[in-house]
């Protein structure tokens, strides 16, 4: 079995290529550029000469008027013997009008001869052409067609650089640069280079099409039975490559090449013309055999998109090149440039759809493709128009008009301002709104799509019951992607079961082991995961039998992970959608989404599950006690994370074990602390779980690293406002700290201001309050907030508290207040946020001396090391 090349050696072949074939189109676009635009600084040949026996067929005005007559034969140039078409190219291209030529020769009858040519000016290449069409004409056909091809041809091997058909269509893509430039004005050494990649390119081309044609998508099965075909085609291209490189080296550098030669590579260029023509037959045989014998839906599909899309464009070309010119098209005319800048752009299609079926994970088919992109690409074209004639029509009635007068009024101007806002309103205002309704209208199922996946992934949040969740989300994505296929496996132990399925039995004996393949893969990215089986990823080829056997049965062509907290709550398998079209970006990115909300959700059903179950066990009275207590011990931070600098600590002491207090702590990706801080309205379990939602929400906002706090406050006011009931709401306070800036971001949503004490060198303590923000979450739908930012000093005591601290009250009623609970802090200034924390609960005691507490009492406190 051959082993694929190392990536590195890959590269650099990749890197050579790309040097090799950009500087040939970068030479090739500066020559034509040069001769369009210059040529009078540039001379012509005058001697039209057979180039293997150097015989002059016809001379031009200025050979003749030198004494050169057609029949001779050139033996030197400028005093020296005559070495091949180098010699010449050295001679011609560097000279400028007026220089002179000397030329050696030998008459018919043996006799010598010499003369001294005048070099005359080089005539405009296309004349009675409007310099502007000749430039638009090369600028698309020899600059932009040749650019883009060698681009797409880039980005396929980029994508795929061990697969082989990427090589040869990056072969095939290089072909235009070739067809369309040549050797050009080079000399020396460039002409060397130059010639040997133009030819090399020009040699390769047909048996890349050959190749390409057996191997994509799939081995043809002609060559399985057959492989001696393609080497009987192939194998004489190396012998015709040892005729080819030593003959074009005597012509250009060692010249003439003799009459052998000219025998031997005519006769070898016979043979290869019919070799060219067997491969393109053969290519056309393949291809069109696979149509009907591909083993794959997709191999089949890709092979119409490619056959529809190359035949437009190379059919194109041919029509334009081939057939046109025997009903009398002629290229050096008007019509016969617009001709060829048309065949030029309808050629694109034909690389496009090359990189298209390549790179594509699952091909759509060519009547979705023709029907959607037709009518989108006629909308929006029929829209550039209708914006276009407005503008022209305003312009034609107000702005000309005006102009026509010779001291422009009011009227003039107006009319150009209100020119000015017309072109203003439709680029700015209306293109958006109309891009939205083209969206819409042509790529309806792709939009819809994406507005109720994104409504289900916040309506998941509301779900206490694992069952009617899995069964909601399935039907759901099933019906909006046109999914038969779902099943959704939970994690039961150290094993995943089947606990939902669509469009399959529910066989209770599926499931997949916690340290299968497929499973820690979802577990280390936490990322979709496609199973694409024609080309698998490194995962499914670890897998195990069993594992792909479980695979196999639900059909599996994605796998999503429903994560929760800490671990992975599920695994969710899609099969292939109905259109046997591949899952785009967009789905995965909406699906990646939902599988968060979704396993978030299906944490705190399950953590609500198991507190009921608990609570069920007990008596009625001890009940509500044991399932919050439960709650706070999960959902509370059990460990307070290590910060550079700082100490950090929070304690929640409830009044009847039922609170509705909540604290956070958390890290965030890019290694800041989130704090945050709340007090649920009302007591019991309804506080208890809309304070586990309030986390959840928290959580699943955060967990792309938000910078917009105020965005963030407004998304969780929305998520609590949708899973809780109207009179249900939170006062909620969330921070960012940064060790390393010591900057602290932070929303306030109706929360007790936390406080931030500073002492300065005199020992005076500074109180500053944290109160920007905005209204409680969970009482209205939508509602603006503010955030405010604050950078820390080293020794800086911030506490973030609950009406519990600051409202505790003495057996008379009394309130300790925020007056006495600020001086009690300022006498911890000195001392760490765990000391901090145990004093001013102390100082609160000491205050209701033994009388009950009323409320939660809650605190978070980080201090800075001074």
Known sequence: MMRDPHPNLLRALLGVFLLASVSFWISGVMDTWEMERHADRHVQNPLDYNDDTCVVNAVKPEAKQAGIVPGVRITGLNGAPYTGDAQMAEILYTAQPGDTMDVEFTRP???????TITLAQHAKLYAGIADWIALLRDGVIVALLPLVCLLIGYWVVLAKPTDRNAWLLLILLTFPSVLWINQGIATGTGLLLRLFWYNTLQLLASPALLLFGIYFPERSRIDQKAPWIKWVVLAPYPVFAGILYPYLYKEYFAGPAGLKWVATITDAGRVLNVLNLA???????????????????DARRRLRVLTTGTGLGV???????????HFGLRFNTVKGFWAMLAGGVVFMIAPLTLAYVVLVQRAMDVRMIVRAGTRYVMAKAFLIALQAGLVAAVMWWLLFPALERKQPGATGLAAVVAILALVMALRLGVQQQIQSWLDRKFFREAYNAEVVLNELADEVRQFTETAPLLETVARRVAETLHVDQIAVMLRRGETFLLQQAIGMSMDGTLALPAQASSVRFLVATNEPARLYRDDPDAWYLMAGLGERQVLDKVNAELLLPLRGRHRLMGVMALGPKRSEAAYTPADLQM?????????????????AHSLAAEAAQRERVNREIEIAREVQERLFPQEMPEIPGATIAGHCRPALGVGGDYYDVFMLEDERVGLAIGDVSGKGIAAALLMASLRASLRGVSLDNPQDFAKLMNKVNRLVYEASASNRYATFFFAAYDPKTRRLDCVNAGHNPPVVLRRDKNGITEVLRLEAG???????PDVPYSEQSVMLMPGDLLVLFTDGISEAMTKDDEEWGEERMIVSVQKCCHKTANEALKDIFRDADVFTAGAPQHDDMTLLVLKLEE
Request: glycine share 10%; with cysteine; net charge negative.
């Open 315 to 325: 059919g194109a070309l041919l029509l334009v090149f081939v057939l046109l010119p």
């Open 774 to 780: 905005g209204p409680v979450v969970g009482l209205l």
């Open 109 to 115: 009858n043996g006799s010598q001869g010499a003369a």
């Open 279 to 297: 491969c393109v037959i053969l290519y056309l045989l393949f291809t069109l055999d696979k149509l009907r014998s591909a083993s794959t839906a």
């Open 591 to 607: 699906l990646q989404t939902l599988a968060t909300q979704t396993g978030l959700a299906i944490e705190v059903a399950e953590l």
